[in-house]
């Protein structure tokens, strides 16, 4: 069964400074998707950014970017010029590729961030 | 559009007793999900429907039930309910299988069962 780790609970970060989420996973598959959700205090669920393995190329979405380590199993997230509207929880998930109906979409525990002013 | 709307935002329940959540959305997305998520941990996929009409369990379905009659609506019914099943509910939609695309999740409900 595939497993999500991150390793950081809580973390906090001076506005305008970069930050970096850690992920780690386990699995024996090759083909898979990666993802960095965000929560914010509304609780609602948004997509950050997604990574697809068999990609080499490290997916990047405005001040959103992740380091893809594939033979490592590690997906972080570097978030810079943090803004104060960065604040939430941020999931990072895994999906099989062969799993097309989410059976195995599976997240990790979260990790709050904080933008201090 | 209003993207995935849920109802009701918050609700206290009595130990046996049932409710339906609401979800409902507007893009014409076939796929929709039920995610449940409890304190300080990720989501954990209830049901999921891929059409009207075709609905398959999650990786933690016991104590409720799903209905997919419409494209845009995916009831969940809750049946007896337990203090296990305090949690907040998640309704999301996507236009493709879970992963390939991104999902678009409604505001949740908060749901205690004391």
């Known amino acids: 069964a595939q497993t999500v780790t991150q390793s950081q609970p809580e973390m906090s970060v001076q506005e305008a400074e970069t930050v970096t989420l850690s992920c780690t996973y386990d699995t024996s598959e090759n083909n898979y998707y990666l993802f960095w959700y965000k929560q914010p205090p509304s609780r609602q669920m948004i997509l950050v950014i997604r990574?697809?393995?068999?990609?080499?190329q490290n997916a990047t979405e405005n001040r959103f970017s992740v380091n893809f380590q594939k033979a490592a199993k590690s997906f972080s997230l570097k978030i810079s010029d943090s803004q104060l509207g960065d604040t939430a929880m941020y999931f990072c998930a895994f999906m099989k590729q062969r799993d097309n109906y989410g059976q195995n979409f599976v997240f990790g525990p979260g990790t709050r961030l904080s933008v201090l002013p | 559009n209003a993207g995935v709307t849920q109802t009701p935002k918050f609700r206290i329940l009595k130990i046996g007793q049932s409710m339906t959540l609401q979800c409902a959305q507007d893009m014409n997305h076939n796929y929709m999900y039920w995610y449940r998520q409890d304190p300080g941990m990720g989501l954990k996929l209830i049901y999921y429907?891929?059409?009207?009409?075709?609905?398959d369990k999650g990786e933690v379905p016991n104590g409720y039930n799903v209905s997919r009659s419409t494209t845009e609506d995916f009831p969940l019914r809750l049946e007896l309910a337990a203090p296990s099943q305090t949690s907040v509910y998640f309704c999301?939609?996507?236009?493709?299988?879970?992963?390939?695309?991104?999902?678009?999740f409604g505001p949740g409900t908060r749901l205690t069962v004391t």
């Open positions: 429907s891929v059409g009207a009409g075709i609905t």
């Open positions: 999301a939609s996507s236009t493709y299988p879970q992963g390939i695309r991104e999902q678009y």
């Open positions: 990574q697809e393995a068999y990609k080499q």
